[in-house]
């Protein structure tokens, strides 16, 4: 709209309809944010993917936001929460942060500054309610301000959590924010992550989200959603943070490229760096089973089988009980080490041994290489006696693998110069997590977390080199 003009009341209504009609055009039209480096109010001229996530915030009720840092989003969110009061009258917003003062910076100093700001045919009759926690409109829509102990007693039809990886409380909130969700109200998280906690709250409804295991609807944001972002400037991060830290840790944390390296834990301790997986890395989402997959709920395809193509089969099996870790396997095609297909759930030994077989067949008689623990022995032994399945020796040559102290370590040396070479590729979003997580000095996931995946995928890899040395011997044979 053009500032210096002065609207006819016809032109007003119209403009408030349009505001009322679009939370996008409210913003760009007549929002305005303090620039810290200019020390001044100016407009607020959103960028594409801004534009993009005020949209998706509007669609969807729970919404997840996994962030590289100052991209603008708390101002996104706070003018949406003031488009909500003035647009939905009796809308209640509770803004939450660490402290009570940071939330109350939010609301007094943000909020209030947005709105006075507006021309005053989209402003309320009145404030009715103005101190630093409490904000009321005449048109009875309030916001309040909480640090995430506080704001048990109300019921909201917004709450926006702020830096929410970083809210020590977080869980409690999530509860206390309970009955604004179920009575159909909104919540949004939006943080950068704190790469000290790998496994907080924000982070496990960030991965739920994406897996859809949940109601929440995620968005991430990388380093380059700020337009004057570019590569000059990244790998200007990238040298200073190795020069202070010998990593590249903290630019994960604070400029994500992906949230795979936002959501992985510090690589200092792991045995693989998240860079080398990330390189491997590309994300894919499985869709319905194709035709002739057999009929498993948890499997997930990436590549259905080709003609003539070798696989193997990787397998961590688990006791199948409710309190027992999943059992899991990895399809890899042994030449290129693609990652065509996952399952992971409760099964007992000889129903996973079973959902192997009939996995296995579907990909061209794929050959197994099982892991030789406890319930490994039951699998295996079914495997000999009811499927036709090669069942690959291990390090030890005997069937299976031996996953004692030297067995791991083989098992994961591989696997590290596999990622390194560039030699794999990964498509599950949830291996991915739990590879990075493996730890260097245990070769295991941290205590309570799960690395069935992990260890599928490796078996998988070692199972490659052992089924080419069986190719090759074959046809050397032949030729003899």
Same mark, same amino acid.
């Given at each position: ?5 002065? !609207? ?12 009322? &009609? ?7 039209? =007549? ?28 669609? #969807? ?8 840092? %100052? ?8 003018? =949406?929460? !003031? ?39 989209? %402003? ?9 926690? $409490? ?53 949004? !998280? ?26 929440? #609807? ?20 990238? $040298? ?30 792991? $045995? ?8 491997? =890395? ?80 579907? =990909? ?10 406890? #319930? ?57 997590? %739990? ?9 295991? &996931? ?23 040395? $069986? ?10």
């Amino acid at each position: 709209m053009d500032a210096g003009r002065q !609207l006819t009341p016809e032109e007003q209504g119209q403009e408030w309809a349009r505001c009322e &009609a679009s939370p996008i055009y409210f913003v760009r039209e =007549y929002c305005w944010i303090l620039n810290v480096n200019e020390e001044a109010w100016v407009p607020f001229e959103l960028w594409p993917a801004q534009a993009w996530s005020l949209a998706q915030m509007h669609r #969807h009720r729970q919404i997840v936001i996994l962030k590289a840092r %100052q991209l603008g989003f708390t101002w996104l969110t706070l003018c =949406y929460s !003031l488009w909500l009061m003035l647009f939905r009258a009796t809308a209640a917003v509770g803004i939450f942060s660490r402290i009570e003062t940071d939330a109350q910076e939010l609301l007094d100093v943000r909020i209030k500054g947005i709105y006075k700001r507006l021309p005053g045919f989209l %402003q309320a009759r009145a404030v009715v309610a103005d101190n630093k926690s $409490r904000w009321e409109l005449s048109n009875g829509s309030v916001a309040m301000a909480f640090a995430t102990t506080g704001g048990r007693q109300y019921t909201f039809s917004l709450v926006m959590v702020d830096e929410a990886d970083h809210q020590p409380d977080l869980n409690k909130l999530m509860l206390a924010a309970k009955p604004t969700v179920d009575a159909g109200g909104r919540m949004m !998280l939006l943080s950068s992550v704190d790469k000290s906690a790998p496994e907080s709250q924000f982070k496990q409804i960030y991965r739920a989200a994406k897996l859809g295991q949940n109601s929440w #609807h995620p968005i991430f944001l990388p380093w380059y959603a700020r337009p004057e972002r570019n590569q000059e400037w990244y790998l200007t991060q990238q $040298r200073d943070a190795l020069a202070a830290t010998g990593s590249l840790d903290d630019v994960q944390q604070e400029y994500p490229a992906t949230d795979t390296e936002a959501l992985a834990p510090r690589s200092l301790d792991k $045995r693989i760096p998240g860079m080398w997986i990330e390189q491997c =890395y590309e994300e894919r989402t499985p869709g319905p089973l194709p035709d002739g997959a057999p009929a498993l709920d948890q499997l997930a395809v990436y590549v259905p089988p080709q003609p003539e193509r070798l696989y193997v089969i990787g397998a961590d099996p688990a006791e199948g009980n409710p309190n027992s870790d999943d059992s899991a396997f990895a399809v890899l095609d042994v030449e290129s080490g693609d990652e065509v297909a996952m399952l992971a759930g409760k099964y007992e030994p000889s129903t996973f041994a079973a959902h192997i077989d009939a996995v296995g067949r579907w =990909y061209n008689g794929a050959a197994v290489m099982p892991e030789r623990n406890n #319930h490994g022995h039951a699998v295996i032994l079914w495997l000999r006696e009811h499927s036709r399945l090669t069942v690959l020796a291990g390090h030890d040559n005997k069937l299976g693998w031996n996953s004692n102290a030297l067995g791991k370590s083989i098992m994961y040396n591989d696997l590290a110069d596999a990622f390194r070479n560039e030699d794999v590729t990964l498509h599950s979003f949830a291996t991915y997590q %739990q590879i990075a997580s493996i730890e260097g000095s245990t070769l295991r &996931a941290p205590e309570g977390q799960m690395d069935d995946r992990a260890d599928a995928f490796a078996l998988a890899n070692v199972g490659r080199a052992t089924a080419k040395s $069986r190719v090759n011997r074959t046809a050397r044979s032949r030729q003899g």
